[in-house]
T-cell receptor, first 112, second 116 residues
Framework: DAKTTQPPSMDCAEGRAANLPCNHSTISGNEYVYWYRQIHSQGPQYIIH???NNETNEMASLIITEDRKSSTLILPHATLRDTAVYYCIVRVAGGGADGLTFGKGTHLIIQP | GAVVSQHPSWVICKSGTSVKIECRSLDFQATTMFWYRQFPKQSLMLMAT?????????EQGVEKDKFLINHASLTLSTLTVTSAHPEDSSFYIC????????????FGPGTRLTVT
């Protein structure tokens, strides 16, 4: 799986949009960008994934650059409950049979 | 989303004893289950992958005789830490995939193991 690079930490004010960047310059053509988050002392939670088009669901939006070398996860209206470590993972879709490789992620802190 | 449970949520055991952790997929049949370990302030590390009815595949550096994994049914996998030592104290997390949910992994809430 391609390696990803994320800032170690970010702050965001409650109610504002949180934009979390991820670099994945070595991504292959058949690899998707997945985002998970882990709230303290809990198991990871799937957020969203995409290949090359922007994606949106009830939790977040995912913006992938045209060259696919980077992406941004957007939480449109951050709440205190969004404080967590966010992991950007690049993997082949349909890879439910493969274990995930977690990097260090970004610790997002939502400030009241 | 799919529901995966773990039991117990936390456990304290004495050095030298064994402890079993259960991982259950509650609303789907998990043909594949994964076990991860997370030390404080570190990221999750994959320990092993198990397919129902088959022997688990362990990651490099994980002792298969120490961390026994059984995936005897499509809804249950167990991880047994044998002869536990204080350095085995960690947060153990399972995930499951399969059936209609084969393209994604769903994580359990984790089990905090403390070995004294």
């Amino acid at each position: 799986d391609a390696k990803t690079t994320q800032p170690p930490s970010m702050d965001c004010a409650e109610g504002r949009a949180a934009n979390l960047p991820c670099n994945h310059s070595t991504i292959s053509g058949n690899e998707y960008v997945y985002w998970y988050r882990q709230i303290h002392s809990q198991g990871p939670q799937y957020i969203i994934h995409g290949l090359k088009n922007n994606e949106t669901n009830e939790m977040a939006s995912l913006i992938i650059t045209e060259d696919r070398k980077s992406s941004t996860l957007i939480l449109p209206h951050a709440t205190l409950r969004d404080t967590a470590v966010y992991y950007c993972i690049v993997r082949v879709a349909g890879g439910g049979a493969d274990g995930l490789t977690f990097g260090k992620g970004t610790h997002l802190i939502i400030q009241p | 989303g799919a529901v995966v449970s773990q039991h117990p949520s936390w456990v304290i055991c004495k050095s030298g004893t064994s402890v079993k952790i259960e991982c259950r997929s509650l609303d789907f049949q998990a043909t594949t289950m994964f076990w991860y370990r997370q030390f404080p302030k570190q990221s999750l590390m994959l320990m092993a992958t198990s397919n129902e009815g088959s022997k688990a595949t362990y990651e490099q550096g994980v002792e298969k005789d120490k961390f026994l994994i059984n995936h005897a049914s499509l809804t249950l996998s167990t991880l047994t830490v044998t002869s536990a030592h204080p350095e085995d104290s960690s947060f153990y997390i399972c995930s499951a995939a399969g059936g209609a949910r084969a393209y994604e992994q769903y994580f359990g809430p984790g089990t905090r193991l403390t070995v004294t």
